[in-house]
């Protein structure tokens, strides 16, 4: 049968319009074999790295594993070196040297690796009518009613006064017990539910669950309390003062897992920003040697502003990458200014459940491949980098080149709220920065939910970049 000739006006249709399709029309049988492994490993990472503290400590495994060696400074650096360094456990920066010199930049993917979670205060441990609990203070911006009545764990450190480190990791093994913060039963709730969403669960009363059986041999006040730190004590050494300098953390006990009767979606703790982390450490991993020296830059502190030592407005990363400079006497202001940097952090996907906050036209849609945004920020784009065209033509051309599937977006609509990446210090450091990552739903709640074409095709466009 004669095939049906195109009219001018379909041929017109395919040149001049911009038409996005959704990535399983364009999937390649290669590409899906690859996307199945590729998220299989990517929820080994996530179940393994609850903090960012435990995300370093997996990195610095699997980077070891694959032959990075830690970068002292004053050593010497060749093309296909492979090295990394650890910023006080909280963050870490990875390269792999290229075969241009770094006076040509490099290529950066930036992502943080720390997520909304409920961190224990520093006087947290209490007895009120003989319920054990334990304080806390939520970090990041989480929605304080989607945080009770869901099983949680306990991770992080204790810093006894000796210098001396405990990990603790309680929920996550096998046999271990969770913990949960009460809500009101909804018989005596109708005070409580006359409140606004963002009033009903104040922030004081997100108190965790530990504990219920009083110390049997005593007969003084606070026997739950007693018997809790007893507990501790045996299994590890401390005492009630050493909560003082220590840092754990509530995080949801749930594992990742694939969503749907076709298993397209992955749900988990942590896809902000840890799915966009991993893509840019798996793209590294997964590069030869390089034209442009390629660097992976883990951040901490993002969900409360980037501050602090570990987060990407500290000079932590200027200090490695200065020194990386060093072993080719150039200074660093030449390596940045022809430098290229996605800031790869997740945006918001489209929910049809809840229209009203987006503007379709220009939202990210779940299974239309890596998303770029041109600017983050809020309202008038407050607080964002605002990338250029010709950067935004530049990732354009390599993507297309490299045959992934992407699409541009921005968070919501104009005057709904908004919300920043590391962008904008990349930005400041005269290095040009997009934003791109995975459309996630439900983002910043305890489990969100991510397409796995998304994860796929976002940890091919950073490998694209980094080998372009």
């Keep these: 049968m004669e095939e049906k000739q195109k009219t001018a006006g379909e041929l017109l249709r395919e040149t001049l319009l911009y038409n996005r399709k959704n990535g399983y029309d364009r999937l390649t049988a290669e590409d899906e074999a690859a996307m199945r492994s590729y998220c299989e490993d990517y929820k080994k990472f996530l179940d393994a790295g609850k903090t960012e503290r435990e995300c370093v400590d997996e990195t610095v495994r699997q980077a070891e594993a694959r032959g990075f060696k830690p970068f002292v400074r004053g050593m010497a650096v060749n093309p296909g070196d492979r090295i990394y360094r650890v910023n006080r456990g909280k963050a870490v920066m990875l390269a792999v040297v290229g075969s241009a010199p770094l006076s040509e930049g490099v290529a950066i993917g930036a992502a943080h690796i ?11 441990i209490y007895e009120a009518d003989e319920l054990g609990f334990l304080k806390t203070h939520y970090y990041g911006g989480i929605r304080k009613y989607q945080w009770v009545t869901i099983p949680l764990e306990l991770h992080g450190v204790i810093v006894l006064k000796d210098g001396s480190t405990v990990k603790v990791a309680i929920g996550a093994g096998a046999g271990d017990p969770v913990f949960t913060v009460d809500d009101l039963l909804p018989h005596l709730a109708a005070e409580q539910s006359k409140k606004p969403l963002g009033e009903a669960i104040p922030g004081e009363s997100l108190n965790l669950l530990v504990g219920s059986r009083p110390f049997k041999d005593d007969e003084g006040s606070e026997r739950v309390k007693l018997a809790l730190l007893d507990i501790l004590n045996q299994k590890y050494g401390i005492v009630e003062e050493d909560f003082i300098s220590a840092e754990l953390s509530a995080v949801p006990a749930f594992r990742a897992s694939d969503i749907g009767f076709d298993r397209s979606l992955i749900g988990a703790y942590g896809h902000d920003d840890r799915v966009c982390g991993y893509a840019c450490l798996a793209a590294l991993f997964a590069l030869g040697t390089p034209r442009r020296t390629a660097v992976c830059m883990l951040a901490d502190k993002e969900e ?27 200074p660093l202001k030449v390596c940045y200014e022809h430098s290229f940097c996605l800031s790869a952090d997740v945006c918001a996907a489209f929910d049809p459940n809840f229209p009203e906050a987006f503007e379709k036209r220009n939202s990210a849609l779940v299974n239309y491949g890596m998303s770029f945004c041109k600017y983050t920020g809020s309202r008038g784009k407050s607080g964002a980098s605002d990338a250029s065209a010709e950067v935004v033509a530049y990732v354009r ?15 919501g609509k104009v005057d709904q709220g908004g919300g920043g990446t590391v962008a904008v210090y990349m930005a400041e450091r005269d290095i040009d920065t997009l934003d791109a990552g995975v459309p996630v739903l439900s983002m910043h709640a305890p489990f969100e939910t991510v397409g796995k074409l998304d994860c796929y095709m976002t940890y091919k466009g950073m490998k694209a970049v980094y080998e372009a």
């Design 114 to 124: 720390d997520s909304p979670r409920l961190d224990l205060k520093q006087n947290p």
């Design 304 to 330: 409360i502003g980037s501050e602090g030592v570990s987060g990407m407005k500290s000079a932590a990363f200027d200090t490695f990458m200065s020194d990386l400079c060093d072993t080719q006497h150039l």
């Design 397 to 411: 051309r390599t993507l297309d080149a490299a045959g992934v599937v992407w699409q541009m977006a921005e968070l």
